[in-house]
């Protein structure tokens, strides 16, 4: 996987990602689809809070809307109405469609299997893990971590996990 | 945090566990009370999750049952019938009850602030991240997967977080 | 409300329904839009459990897809695509578009404040409750059981009640 | 079922509630081991909702801490070191412990299969349903709504039913 994204467009970004320019920072690309229940249901929450949760520097989070199915409704006005309706904030790519398959241009080069679909980059830039289907909290977590823990210029994950918990506690009067 | 725990009792367990005997793997320390509604709910079966996920050469799972209220009703009877009534499998220390204080000495010697609390060591056995309160999932895992990568034979995490998911998915035909 | 609904299109049935026909049966219209998330993540999946859980004599669910924002992606094109992947069963009418109005014409009727909405009709076919945003389930519940109950040839409510449950029980030997 | 509940002690409550002097009203019984994993988790927030949602002329919850099992540590101090940890503000009768049967009296006397249990009584003082295990909220909604319409001033569920939701909706401007 050599290649860049293949986007014919992008949302909530004033310009094109590039896989090459965000060396140094971890990237998260959750491929999905609007219309893919798991993906609107787990998955995009799921990339919304990493979107929240890291500084910048640290994680990129980036959709990759990949149509391979329903092609005529999944537009991207359609997009554009869904991510208003659902609150995404971060940078999104429409995978860019082919006039001779099914699948876009980055799914297929990428050999994805269908959405939702994960993609880890390390800092270094090379793909690090990939899952299709949605990846749990604890297990996303422990990737995340290992991966922003290499060549980090600090414990970024043991920095970033210190944050507030709505479960009720026992506390010591 | 130089001791280790201070049991008077352990479950589970054949024998009493002791941190300095776990160097090289990751140690995650669950401080809770049975009658503690935020530990019954979310922080033991978290413990419980992970305990089921790692093998336990990479990682090891102590629950520490620190009274330091009710203490008439949280017995070690009591939290017998209570760790059978919810399926804990892993080892739990009885934190040491003291006749001058109301803390059990393993709390009171580690500073803890209630429970829920998380203690995560590091393979060097060094006390890595320390957490009053439930800790998601995600945060958990960013914390573990830095840790577990530290001078690992080989990438746990990544390994590790190779799972199905039971979440709905598309998937290409 | 005297009207029935005015639908341009019919989805899950073999013909449209009125709800003059289905006098002597509680009747839910379930009105929704499929780029509304609360619709797609509490309402619609409520609106099914409805649909699995009784039988047709006694009540009916119908699904009412009120597009007043969006118009040009939440065609019926769309909507089939939507109700294939969110495997919804129940008949869904469609709203009739209106050319002088953002409102589609059953909505705009029944002076409906947004998506989700929910009618309740009674044995008699007379509206007997409507709530804007998403109705729990024990509220839910205690509607229709007082609507089954009147005039019922049978106690459906506690007949139907009636199910296993899968939450974890003790049972005495 | 013609006796009233046969308790040794009442918590939450100046006196103790016998369900003969509260014809006119509903009555639920919720009946649970503070153990009981699915009490805890399921039916025992259920029938605070519950208690919290209807006023008392029309609906009455009662908790029954029916012990079976595990006697030595569910204690009635134990129980309210549970009740206070849990926030449990309704009723709660202890089961009168029988020396001659592990299962305490109103257990017995009711034919009860384990915890968690749920009795709900008419407005007549009448058994009007039973179930062992955990009862969904929108089937208990049904019983309810249903129970509570029978004889009603006026129609109590549709009145009660009017809150507020959460959940994210679609507002026309």
């Known amino acids: 996987m050599q290649h860049d994204m293949d986007a014919s467009e992008w949302l ?3 310009e094109p990602l590039r896989l ?5 920072r ?24 990493l979107h929240q949760a890291f500084a910048r520097e640290d994680l990129v989070v980036i959709g990759l809307h990949s149509v391979f199915e329903h092609h005529a409704v999944m537009t991207p ?17 429409i ?5 001779h398959s099914a699948l876009p241009a980055t799914m297929q080069a990428w050999g994805l299997r269908g959405t939702p679909s994960l993609m880890l980059f390390g ?7 990939e899952h299709f289907g949605h990846l749990d909290d604890l297990r996303l977590g422990m990737v995340l971590g290992e991966l922003l823990a290499h060549s980090a210029p600090k414990a970024t994950a043991v920095a970033a996990a210190a944050a507030d ?5 026992c506390r010591i009067n």
């Open 20 to 24: 090459s320019a965000l060396r140094g």
């Open 12 to 14: 909530n970004t004033p």
């Open 26 to 49: 971890v990237v998260v690309v959750s491929a999905f689809q609007m219309l893919c229940r798991g993906c609107a249901e787990h998955s995009l929450p799921q990339a919304a809070k």
């Open 77 to 93: 006005d359609a997009l554009r109405a869904f991510v208003h309706e659902y609150r995404l904030g971060f940078p999104i790519a």
């Open 123 to 129: 800092r270094d830039g090379v793909l690090a893990y």
């Open 165 to 169: 918990s709505p479960a009720p506690v």
């Open 95 to 99: 995978d860019r469609p082919q006039s």
